[in-house]
């Protein structure tokens, strides 16, 4: 099977490389360039395409892959919404995912965010580097003995939990269908996980119901001095009403791994770039305020469960026989 790489990053292609040498029957050629109505051609003659989160899989280039013969389409990551499914349909095309890989390392990922606004890490670096060892403004609080909110309790959620009650903290969470392998943590309403956590961290998807899940209405019910984060997905904040709760000094913290204007950003470097949106300037401009780019997932062991799935999933596919759990059509 042929597989063509679109928008190859250094560590995927050697974490890919190092799997598909177990795999004589699959031959992957990786491109830089993401996949686009221009570069989709690049994929004909090829049984596959692999892209990731931020590719955008639109109905033209779903299109243009079937009028090409590739009847696969890799996403070497768990999310699908970037993928036009109605047109995957039409076209017939097969999508498949990865639907869990590493949960623990989003959940790290996510605590590292929660440790570190509140103890401002962020700024104690800069500091010291600069030969100031003043401790003016570097005030946090003990996680130990406060409560943390988790919103969405499946896999990462539920290892976000364990960690926080290894942390001595009371964990309380609201999900829609409730983990009952989590017995140390209480399920309770939106509304009073909002009035009761020192810490809230959202795991759940991004869907019609989760749109804005954290709007000025939610910041409002909130506790001063709370620590917000998000590792799942950006639009599940309105930036603009978490600007205005920035403002109203309601947050000790906020650490975000997404957020609402990543599309452009995400992997990419722009330091040489002048920013046209503001959104994610403002953002920037407070003290209290961390963002990292997406990489949740970036762990060795992440990667290369990754890679292993997505490698299986193209032999199942070629066998004619799809791992049933992968395929998101
Ligand atoms: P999962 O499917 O195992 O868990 C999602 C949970 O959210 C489920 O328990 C579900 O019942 C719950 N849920 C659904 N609708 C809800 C609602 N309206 N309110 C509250 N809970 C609701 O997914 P998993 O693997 O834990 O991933 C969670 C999210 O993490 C993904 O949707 C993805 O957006 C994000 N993610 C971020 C990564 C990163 O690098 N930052 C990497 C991987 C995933």
Redesign the pocket.
């Known amino acids: 099977m042929k597989i063509l790489f679109y928008d190859t990053k250094p560590y995927d292609k050697e974490s890919f490389e190092r799997v598909a040498q177990n795999y004589p029957d699959i031959s992957i050629e990786y491109l830089n360039t993401d996949i686009s109505a221009r570069t989709v051609a690049l994929a004909c003659g090829y049984d596959a395409v692999c892209v990731f ?1 931020a590719s955008d899989v639109n109905a033209d280039v779903i299109k243009a892959l079937s009028n090409c013969n590739v009847r696969l389409i890799l996403l070497r ?3 699908f919404n970037n993928v036009d499914m109605n047109a995957a349909q039409k076209y017939g095309v097969t999508v498949m995912r990865v ?3 590493s ?1 623990e ?2 959940a790290e ?1 996510a605590l590292a965010l929660a440790f570190a606004v509140n103890r401002h890490i962020h700024k104690a670096y800069i500091k010291v580097r600069e030969n100031n060892f003043s401790l003016m403004g570097l005030t946090g609080f003990n996680f130990n003995g406060k409560t943390a909110g988790i ?8 290892a976000m939990c364990r960690f926080c009650h290894g942390i001595g903290m009371k964990v309380i969470a ?4 409730p ?1 009952p392998s989590l017995d140390f943590i209480e399920y309770v309403s ?1 509304d009073e996980l909002f009035a009761r956590s020192d810490l809230i961290s959202l ?5 019609e ?2 749109y804005h ?1 954290i709007d000025l209405a939610a910041i409002e019910k909130m506790k001063d001095n709370v620590i917000l984060v998000n ?3 950006g639009a599940l904040i309105s930036t603009e009403d978490l600007i205005k709760g920035i403002r109203m000094h309601k947050f000790a913290g906020v650490g975000l ?2 957020y609402e204007e990543e599309q452009e950003n995400v992997f990419e470097n722009r330091e040489d770039d002048i920013l046209e949106t503001s959104v994610t300037s403002r953002l920037l401009s407070f003290p209290n305020v961390i963002v990292t780019s ?5 762990t060795h062991e992440a990667l290369e469960a990754i890679s292993q799935t997505t490698i299986e999933n193209a032999i199942s596919f070629e066998k004619g026989e799809p791992i049933e759990q992968n395929l998101v059509n």
């Open positions: 989160v990551c768990a999310g639907p869990g890989y949960p390392a989003v990922h919103i969405g309790t499946g896999k990462i959620g539920a609201y999900d829609k269908y983990n939106l795991h759940c998807p991004l869907m119901d989760t899940i590792t799942s997905r791994d997404v997406h990489q949740g997932f970036l």
